[in-house]
């Protein structure tokens, strides 16, 4: 079975530009989360989505949106980027947003901001 | 506010011992924990996970403890081997309607062969 998968795999912008990340859960879990892990940090919790519907955020400015697709599939959109933006952007699946169900993380998206 | 702590930043066994890696976190709530293990250049990978209302799980070589009135929680190691290096990290989660994990600093594992 597939796992958690994201797109792209690595992405170099300039300041001010603006970045799509892409991520398809496993298949059955409609609920995504996104995390971002500043290079010897632990991930640090984004949003989370399940149904469709934003069910929780993390202390982020508005630059960070995201949505969450019929499929379940999720976007991260991240605009006027900042240097302090690059990151590995993670994103993780699982079957339920509540009861405690385990959260699986793709192999992230490596933003670099120049 | 929410937070998880992870003791020591760097680890070195040597192959065949054991190693600890501790926990605490300041949220009460806080109901459920995973463990994972993250390699260079790969995303975190769920290694254990324990919840609430269980106080030791265990998994072959790998086995976590849950202490709900100390706050901590630990993962234990035996018989590591040079593919158990890597970075581990704790989480806490378990606040209500959402699955944020609030994550610890992770720990860098080396063994040494």
């Known amino acids: 079975d597939a796992g958690v998968t994201q797109s792209p795999t690595h992405l170099i912008k300039t300041r001010g530009q603006h970045v799509t990340l892409r991520c398809s859960p496993i298949?059955?879990?409609?609920?995504v989360s996104w995390y971002q892990q500043v290079l010897g940090q632990g991930p640090q919790f984004i949003f989370q989505?399940?149904?469709?519907?934003?069910?929780g955020r993390g202390n982020f400015p508005d630059r960070f949106s995201a949505r969450q697709f019929p499929n379940y599939s999720s976007e991260l959109n991240v605009n006027a980027l900042l240097l302090g933006d690059s990151a590995l952007y993670l994103c993780?699946?699982?079957?339920?947003?509540?009861?405690?169900?385990?959260?699986?993380f793709g192999p992230g998206t490596r933003l670099t901001v120049l | 506010g929410e937070n998880v702590e992870q003791h020591p930043s760097t680890l070195s066994v040597q192959e065949g011992d054991s190693a600890v890696i501790k926990c605490t976190y300041s949220?009460?709530?806080?109901?459920?924990f995973p463990w994972y293990k993250q390699e260079l250049g790969k995303g975190p990978q769920l290694i254990i996970d324990?919840?609430?209302?269980?106080g030791e799980k265990k998994d072959q070589r790998i086995a976590v403890t849950l202490n709900k009135t100390a706050k901590h929680f630990s993962l234990h190691i035996t018989e590591t081997q040079p593919e158990d290096s890597a970075v581990y990290f704790c989480?806490?989660?378990?606040?209500?309607?959402?699955?944020?994990?609030?994550f610890g600093t992770g720990t860098r594992l080396k063994v040494l062969a």
């Open positions: 993780a699946s699982s079957p339920a947003v509540q009861g405690r169900a385990s959260q699986y």
């Open positions: 298949s059955g879990h409609k609920s």
């Open positions: 989505y399940y149904e469709k519907e934003e069910r």
């Open positions: 949220d009460s709530a806080s109901n459920y």
């Open positions: 324990i919840r609430s209302n269980v």
């Open positions: 989480a806490a989660s378990g606040l209500s309607g959402t699955y944020k994990y609030i």
